[in-house]
């Protein structure tokens, strides 16, 4: 008897809550069957007790707590499907396997395009996924886990490789490493770029793979030192500016400690520090390649034909906390400084001077600079 005083009750609850939190008519009918339900199921009750014969009230009582119960049943929500909605719902279905299906050949399409390999590091980044470029480069399996593609990476440089991918994060969402790729007995440097990508709370990783060698791969991600004009392409280009009376500077630099770079970790590693370097000074002070050129192993000259770029120049020049001489260069596990002396000629456009005697100046210029102790610049006139 407790027992279905409790369920009545509680169903009585129910009914006024449900029509408080969902207002709608439907509901508010509900709990006015439900309160008219659970008084006449009371009164009922209260006649039961004071006259226990009286047993068809008993199942009155019955009756009313089932169909106050069945109200609070889900229904169903299904409907009869004709064979129009079939057909809709196909239509639907092949629009959209059609629509994923274009996206998956854009996709591949695109990746066929790009000069560069693609990892995926799918699944925590535990996993990698290569494109067909990306497994020309490593060889072996093209999917294969994060542990079985650092073999690939030479012995050397597996720990920052590595390191650096599973630091990757919503806070570090990028990174840039070059390490060596040990494949059939050769050593092959390479330069991955890659991005973060949060998927389903995982971290996903999508990065670009291209070698560093020009003479492997003509698809190299860097401007090989040794096809850069020599200086006799230089001289057409001065008697250019002497002929149009065009002011520029003349920029003849040494990058003095490559030697002892070379002999501390391999030639290879030194050009790829002059090509960083070098990229360093393309992008912050003049962007066309051509005019740069190199005269001999470790020394360059460049020509800055813009004002805006020079004053930068001769702002990070003097001043020995810039950039131009705390450039650290870093290819895989080996960090080392660049340091760089220069000799600096600037020519207005009314004062014309003779190319070899601007070549011979310069020069003198440079010497200086590497025999200072004071500076690693000497500009002509300062």
């Known amino acids: 008897m407790i027992l279905e005083i409790v369920i009545v009750s509680l169903l009585l609850v129910m009914s006024i809550l449900n029509s408080i939190i969902y207002k709608k008519t439907q509901n508010i009918i509900k709990m006015i069957i439900g309160v008219v339900c659970s008084l006449l199921y009371f009164a009922f009750k209260f006649i039961v007790v004071l006259n226990p014969f009286m047993t068809y009230y008993l199942i009155l009582c019955v009756l009313l707590t089932i169909v106050q119960a069945l109200f609070f049943i889900p229904k169903k929500v299904t409907k009869n499907i004709t064979e129009y909605d079939y057909f809709d719902l196909e239509k639907s279905y092949y629009s959209l396997k059609d629509d994923k299906e274009k996206l998956r050949q854009r996709f591949i399409s695109t990746i066929n395009l ?28 093209q999917s294969l886990t994060l542990e079985e593609h650092a073999l690939n990476v030479n012995q050397i440089d597996r720990a920052e490789y590595l390191n650096t991918i599973r630091n990757v994060s919503k806070k570090n969402l990028k990174y840039e490493i070059k390490y060596r790729v040990s494949k059939n007995g050769e050593v092959l440097w390479v330069c991955e770029r890659g991005n973060y990508i949060g998927v389903d709370n995982k971290k996903s990783i999508i990065a670009t793979i291209k070698p560093l060698d020009i003479k492997l791969y003509k698809a190299s991600s860097y ?19 002497r002929d149009n009376k065009r002011p520029f500077t003349f920029v003849y630099f040494e990058l003095t400690n490559i030697p002892v770079i070379n002999s501390k970790y391999s030639r290879e590693v030194g050009s790829l520090v ?14 066309d390649i051509n005019k740069f050129y190199r ?52 020519i207005q456009g009314n004062r014309p001077v003779d190319s070899l005697d601007l070549y011979k100046l310069a020069t003198r210029l440079l010497d200086e600079a590497i025999e200072s102790n004071r500076r690693s610049y000497s500009i002509f006139g300062e």
Do not use: C
């Open 274 to 287: 002059m090509n960083d370097y070098l990229k360093f000074m393309k992008n912050r002070y003049q962007r």
């Open 295 to 346: 005269v001999s192993g470790i020394r360059f000259i460049f020509i800055i034909d813009n004002e805006h770029d020079y004053e930068q120049f001769h702002n990070d020049l003097i001043n020995n906390q810039s950039e131009i001489y705390n450039t650290r260069m870093q290819i895989s596990g080996i960090k080392d400084v660049v340091i760089p002396n220069f000799g600096v000629v600037n």
């Open 223 to 241: 401007f090989d030192i040794d096809s850069l004009y020599g200086e006799e392409k230089m001289y057409p280009l001065l008697k250019d500016y």
């Open 114 to 141: 790009i000069d560069e390999g693609i990892i995926f590091y799918e699944n925590g980044a535990n996993d990698v996924i290569l494109s067909d470029y990306a497994h020309e480069i490593f060889g072996g399996k």
